[in-house]
């Protein structure tokens, strides 16, 4: 019988030499290459966040039916690697939330919204948090420090918190919540819909915003169970008081069939793409007024 464990000469065969680069542990060549590229991936981010290569990315949310206006902008942070370029959030965010470089992640997004709220007195803005960094001291520090400095920021400020991060430590956000809207600040529920909210604790959060989340919304126009979907959450946005923003618009169809619902805000890449040079800086600046 040929003995397949050999090549000709007494060497390793093809399918040998296939596993060979792969350590003990791994069921293929092709699991460890993913692992290998995401270990690499959360190394460059680490590095960049140590080196404070970051940056924010400015989106319109505009009223619905008034896509003239933006009600506020949603700054969302982008990490770049070594050559500039942006690391896709998508590649690293679910390695990094619970980590120390999440929080810090989540600081350097904080420090940036409120210099630039401070450096644009007619600017509403949105900043993304997870709930763990309510018990992170930097990011906690950042934030008293920011609306210390300039009494108009708190106002022109809106903290999103993701469903799944909030239903974490339900209680830990309530009494959060609780302090800091007495200072003006504002909330927004991110992502509604995509996780499992006790309402019992959304009855007791104190968010002012409702964002439905855009697995709901892409080609909603078309769709008449996402239809469905949507109306019952808008609803339930309305009857906490909450305004509904509907994300991941991309269609002008879906956009008035949110309009003609009732959702009162509408934000994605049919307004307008996140962009690190938002029409604000320019000299015919549209301001972000709600």
Same mark, same amino acid.
């Given at each position: 019988?040929?003995? !397949?464990?050999?090549?000709?000469? &007494?060497?390793?065969?093809? &399918? ?9 542990? !791994? ?28 940056? $924010? ?46 929080? @810090?992640?989540?600081?350097? /997004? ?16 949105? @900043?993304?948090? %997870? /709930? ?28 999103? @918190? ?17 302090? @800091? %809207? +007495? #200072?003006?600040?504002?909330?927004? $529920? ?9 309402? #019992? ?13 855009? +697995? ?16 019952? $959450? ?21 956009? /008035? ?9 509408? +934000? &994605? ?11 604000? $800086?320019?000299?015919?600046?549209? #301001?972000?007024?709600?």
């Amino acid at each position: 019988m040929q003995d !397949h464990h050999k090549a000709k000469g &007494g060497g390793l065969g093809k &399918g040998a030499l296939k596993w060979a680069d792969v350590p003990y542990g !791994h069921h293929d060549p092709l699991s460890y290459a993913i692992a290998a590229r995401d270990r690499s991936t959360v190394e460059m981010v680490n590095d960049a966040v140590r080196h404070k290569q970051v940056m $924010l990315a400015f989106q319109p949310v505009v009223p619905a039916g008034q896509s003239d206006r933006v009600a506020f902008y949603e700054g969302l942070i982008r990490v770049l690697d070594a050559t500039g370029r942006i690391i896709p959030a998508r590649e690293f965010i679910g390695a990094i939330e619970t980590t120390e470089t999440g929080r @810090i992640i989540d600081c350097l /997004a904080l420090e940036k919204g409120l210099r630039t709220l401070s450096m644009h007195g007619g600017l509403r803005l949105s @900043i993304n948090m %997870s /709930a763990r960094s309510i018990g992170y001291a930097r990011w906690m520090r950042t934030l008293t420090k920011g609306l210390d400095a300039d009494p108009t920021v708190a106002e022109r400020l809106i903290l999103e @918190i993701t469903e799944s991060s909030a239903m974490l430590v339900p209680e830990l956000v309530t009494g959060f919540m609780d302090e @800091i %809207s +007495q #200072r003006g600040v504002s909330f927004a $529920l991110d992502d509604f819909g995509a996780g499992f909210t006790s309402m #019992r604790y959304l009855r007791d959060f104190y968010f002012d915003i409702l964002k439905i989340d855009g +697995q709901f919304i892409r080609g909603i126009a078309q769709d008449t169970d996402n239809q469905v979907l949507t109306t019952a $959450l808008a609803t339930i946005g309305r009857q906490f008081d909450m305004v509904t923003i509907a994300e991941s618009v991309e269609r002008a169809d879906d956009a /008035a069939f949110l309009t003609a619902i009732g959702i009162d805000c509408l +934000q &994605g890449y049919f307004f307008g793409a996140p962009s690190v040079k938002p029409v604000w $800086l320019t000299p015919d600046a549209r #301001r972000g007024a709600a």
